[in-house]
Every structure is written in C-alpha cells, then in structure tokens.
C-alpha cells in the first residue's frame, strides 16, 4: 500500500547512568545510544488531503496513543502542510522492552515525511519537534550513535566499533513511568566524561565493558521475567539491561557465537540476533 517504506531501527542503551533530578520532575542522565539494524518497518502513502490515519491497528497500541500518528500531525501542524498521509506500521520491537520502538517509529515519521511531503526542515527543526513526543525521539532524528546528556537530549555523535548482539525480551512490560518513580532508584551516579567510556568500550566486547544500567537492579527487583533472563546470562556472557527494561542483551564479537547462544535460549523469551548501525536508515532526509 505503501509509496514509501522504511526500517525505525531499535536502540540499546550501553549504558545508563542517572545523575541527578530536575525540579520538575525529570531526571538527568548519561548514556551512549546504539542503533540496531533490526527493527519496525513503516510504511507511507501520501495523500493529497489533509488527513492522517493508519490503515492497520497495531496490537497494544490505541490510535490515541500512536506516536506515528502524534509525530505526523505535529509535523504537519508545525509546517502547515496541506498534506496527508497513510501510516501502516509493522511491529517487531516488543512493546515495553527498552528498545525505543514507539520512539523510533515517531523520528522515522518525521524524517521520512520531511522527505514525502518536501518540507525541508532541518534536523534541529525536527528535533525541536521531537522533544515533545519523548525523551528518546530527538536520538533517533540525530540519527547516529551518540553519548546522552541531560534528560536524553543534549547529543554528541560517536563511532562504535562493529559489534554483534543477542538480544532477549521476557514475556513482561516494564513501565518506565513507574520504575522512576520509585525510591530505591539510585540518582546520584557520579558525572563521566566522554573519553572515559571510548576509552574502554573499544577495546572490550562484553556488555559491561564500561559503567552499569542504574535501573536494573530496581527493575529486576520487582519483574522477577528480568532477573531471571539476567541470571540465565550469568553461565554464558556478560550481559545488561537496556532502557529501563525488560530486554537484555549481550554483545558477541560475530553473528556466528550471538547464534550459538540464541539456539540454546529457554523457550517464551522473545529474541533477536543484530548487529550495530553506523548511522539511521534515513539519516539523509533532514540537513
């Protein structure tokens, strides 16, 4: 159905250190974001109205609460675009994962409608745009590998070297909104610089070559599905949380070991094999 069709890549989160709270509530964070080369595939046909629907409903997800949606109409109120579109997305990222889905669906949105609807807006335009939809939108419009600051949205790009990694979704939805929330979330992680992550990243292959996922221990502590993926690993690879959860996921030197390890997983956790993106699928639909 569709005149344009595209991969919104799934993210990992290396990892993720809180290092403080704002007044208003949201907390301040470093990280350094992964692109996958695996994710959600959309889909788009242009219409000649205004009017912005998707075509298929997407399971878990209400059209109220469809970031595509919410991305397209903000986009097209912003450039006052006469224009319509038709959105299908299919789904691959699992909901609730710490994997960016509904966040890169909505960035995919907007660069590729940026391009179908020949608005020409800049990147800083659309990530302007994408702070309101989420803290994990304006990365994927950046559109490459990048160390986070702030609440997520102050970028700097880096380069990551080729890395192949097993990741593993247990049957559970981690609700972000509530693991901030709680009070044994530790907040206070001590400010690093860059160069401190290169420096050991590089040269390591293991998912904790370099600091931790503050939300982990909270997040395994109260989905026993997490903990118990995390205790699988143990015996196998070095692994981590991503996001605030429920995906883990282990980095492999090639796709031949992340195979070996996926073949022997238990039965009802969620996989995928993927390797590390140098850059978005559609980093060149915004200057």
């Known amino acids: 159905m569709s005149d344009f069709s595209c991969l919104a890549p799934a993210k990992l989160n290396l990892f993720l250190h809180i290092t403080g709270r ?17 994710g959600d595939t959309l889909h788009f046909k242009v219409r000649t109205d205004p009017t912005i629907e998707r075509v298929a409903a997407v399971s878990g997800v209400s059209e109220a609460s469809d970031l595509t949606l919410r991305a397209a109409r903000a986009l097209q109120a912003y450039a006052g675009c006469p224009l319509g579109v038709e959105i299908e997305v299919e789904k691959r990222i699992p909901l609730g994962a710490g994997l960016g889905g509904g966040s890169s669906d ?10 179908l609807w020949e608005l020409n807006l800049s990147r800083a335009q659309l990530q302007d745009l994408a702070i309101s939809l989420g803290a994990d939108v304006p990365f994927f419009v950046f559109g490459c ?8 949205e102050q970028l700097q790009a880096v380069e990551l ?5 097993l990741v593993v979704t247990p049957p559970v939805q981690v609700a972000t909104t509530e693991i901030f929330s709680m009070r044994e979330l530790t907040r206070d992680t001590k400010i690093i610089k860059i160069a401190n992550f290169l420096g050991q990243w590089g040269s390591a292959v293991g ?28 015996a196998v690879a070095p692994a981590r949380m991503t996001g605030s959860g429920a995906s883990v996921f282990a980095v492999f030197a090639s796709r031949d070991e992340a195979l070996s390890v ?16 140098e850059s978005h699928p559609l980093l060149a639909f915004a200057l």
């Open 22 to 38: 704002r007044a208003d509530g949201y907390h301040l964070l470093q990280t350094v974001f992964q692109l996958l080369d695996y």
């Open 106 to 115: 909505a960035a995919s949105t907007l660069l590729a409608l940026n391009r």
């Open 145 to 152: 590998n990048a160390f986070a600051q702030g609440i997520g």
């Open 161 to 165: 070297p080729l890395r192949h990694f």
């Open 207 to 234: 998912a904790d070559a370099f600091g931790r996922n503050d939300m982990q221990s909270v997040v395994a502590g109260k989905y026993a599905e997490v903990a118990q993926v995390l205790d699988w690993f143990k």
């Open 262 to 277: 996926q073949a022997v997983l238990p039965d009802g956790w969620h996989s995928e094999v993927a390797a590390s993106l």
